[in-house]
């Protein structure tokens, strides 16, 4: 999808940086495309995933393999 959007000239990347987090996420979370957005009713007027939505952490020091990540999902299904 980046290669394509590079090959394309694709003027502004947040699309295709948005489209493979998603598919990133959706596989590591095991969730559904879904869960991710925002109820429309909620008082927030972002109805997608934020930054304040993920929180990433290197509690045991600066390496990759030391990367924690906590992400609000927001509509799961099954949750009430």
């Given at each position: 999808m980046f290669e394509g959007g590079l090959r394309n000239d694709v003027l502004n990347c947040e699309v295709t940086l948005s489209?493979?987090?998603?598919?990133?996420?959706?596989?590591?979370?095991?969730c559904r495309a879904g869960d991710f957005p925002r109820d429309l009713f909620n008082e927030q007027p972002l109805p997608y995933l934020v930054y304040e939505d993920i929180v990433l952490k290197l509690p045991g020091g600066n390496q990759l393999e030391n990367l924690v990540g906590k992400f609000f999902i927001w509509n799961e299904k099954g949750a009430e």
């Open positions: 489209k493979i987090t998603l598919i990133v996420l959706m596989a590591a979370l095991s």
